[in-house]
């Protein structure tokens, strides 16, 4: 490569991360705001003064609220699958790699329990969800599109999740059982329990959640004559 292209490459990969980062920034704005005001509240010239940047800039990027909103739901499956994936790839045990994917679930779902608490409750943005999910002609197609890579985004993660179920059948650590099943059914598990906690205020601590999830999990997938701490003979 000569110092020409060489350059021009250089010059590509730095605006590559400006892009990324300015995304960002709107991205972690947004968030900012739902938290603080709610989706119907939240307008485009908001999060470009929270963002400090010109609205002309957001609307480069992101097309409408809802879309941004959209991106952000995007931007934490990303996030969240990078990290499942890692620690699948690390050199630990089916068990070990398991406890760390719950523990990364819990502590992710409290630092996001306060803008989920604002979704939740709020009405304009449940209705974007009910015509989102219905596919109507009311959606946008950007707005299709994203709700089908965040849909994409989640089926990565089981897929990956899935991998360590498979590991641990290998390795003996885990009865012969549906992988992906299996992982919906932890997946649904963990959920419950995330949503239990807009309804009863009283929790343990996170140490704790994960030491009884994993419990409770391996009684169901750990092999039969394995003795589980806690489990009756």
């Known amino acids: 490569m000569n110092l020409e292209k060489r350059n021009l490459t250089q010059r590509e990969e730095r605006e590559a991360r400006r892009r990324q980062a300015l995304r960002q920034a709107i991205i972690q704005a947004a968030e900012r705001l739902l938290i603080r005001s709610g989706y119907a509240a939240l307008t485009m010239d908001d999060v470009a003064r929270e ?13 409408s609220k809802g879309d941004l909103v959209l991106e952000l739901f995007v931007y934490y499956f990303e996030k969240f699958y990078r990290n499942i994936f890692r620690i699948r790839s690390e050199a630990k045990s089916a068990k070990e790699k398991l406890k760390e994917v719950i523990t990364y679930f819990l502590r992710v779902s409290r630092e996001k329990e306060t803008i989920s608490r604002v979704l939740m409750v709020d009405k304009f943005f449940l209705k974007k969800m009910r015509i989102l999910a219905g596919e109507t002609n009311r959606s946008s197609k950007r707005e299709k599109d994203l709700l089908a890579e965040i849909k994409k985004q989640r089926e990565k993660i089981i897929e990956e999740a899935s991998r360590i179920i498979e590991e641990g059948m290998a390795r003996g650590e885990f009865r012969s059982i549906d992988k992906l099943l299996a992982t919906r ?3 649904a598990l ?7 906690r807009f309804w ?5 601590s996170l140490e704790k959640e994960t030491e009884i999830l994993l419990e409770f999990i391996l009684l169901g997938i750990g092999q039969k004559n394995e003795e589980v701490k806690g489990a009756c003979p």
């Open 200 to 204: 009863n205020p009283s929790r343990f």
């Open 51 to 63: 963002a400090e940047i010109s609205k002309a800039t957001v609307y480069h990027y992101f097309r």
């Open 185 to 187: 059914l932890i997946e």
């Open 190 to 196: 963990l959920q419950g329990l995330v949503h239990s």
